[in-house]
């Protein structure tokens, strides 16, 4: 006999989304298609350029990065004095390719973001709480299909998420796909009143005797 049950999801990752101008977002794809890129990750990877923050020709778009990360910020109250963008580059898949980016996360980082400039192949995040299962009592047979989600939020969409969350993309065929990727790092103290508050800009590492 089968019982009926009611499952109950509980403490789910949260994703942010954003959406950027018309305007923003067509000036941001004309200078991306003049980047150089290099696959990093043969023989199907996607094409990826140098680090982008600090060019002039983007300050634009990290402007408007950084105030989506401040607004999270306020809101969530995190117990540093702000979060700030601090790398980003730029990703290309070809149509009819089938290039994709193999499953990663980005170390270093609290949280991250993807800036989709084109339509194109979906962004795949897989369910932390699988992988965490693998360090515990594991059970083959845990639902792939429920343990993913799929997003392509189209020209102007911005995602950002907890940066340990693994991830990459479908194949990709129909159109050449543009994206902006970037990583998030405390700045200034943090820690507060609740814990031992730490600066990194006046941090100080050790010298070897």
Avoid at 35 to 60: D, H, M, W, Y
Wanted: proline share 6%.
């Amino acid at each position: 006999m089968t019982i009926y049950y009611e499952e109950c999801p509980a403490f789910p990752v949260r994703f942010f989304k954003f959406r950027a101008s018309e305007e923003l977002t067509t000036i941001t794809l004309e200078e991306v298609k003049k980047l150089q890129f290099t696959r990093q990750n043969e023989p199907a990877g996607v094409g990826t350029s140098g680090a982008i923050q600090n060019r002039k020709e983007f300050l634009p778009i990290h402007k408007w990065f950084q105030e989506c990360i401040d607004s999270l910020h306020k809101k969530e109250r995190w117990h540093t004095d702000r979060l700030v963008v601090n790398k980003s580059w730029a990703n290309r898949s070809d149509a009819n390719t089938g290039d994709r980016h193999d499953f990663h996360r980005h170390p270093m980082s609290y949280l991250s973001g993807i800036f989709y400039l084109t339509k194109g192949a979906p962004t795949i995040y897989i369910d932390p709480v699988k992988d965490r299962e693998w360090g515990q009592f594991h059970l083959d047979g845990y639902p792939d299909k429920d343990c993913k989600l799929f997003t392509q939020l189209g020209p102007g969409g911005l995602i950002v998420f907890p940066s340990y969350v693994i991830h990459g993309s479908e194949p990709n065929y129909e159109v050449d796909r543009f994206s902006i990727a970037f990583n998030t790092f405390p700045q200034g103290e943090f820690g507060g009143q609740y814990g031992c508050a730490v600066s990194y800009t006046h941090l100080t590492l050790p010298t070897k005797a």
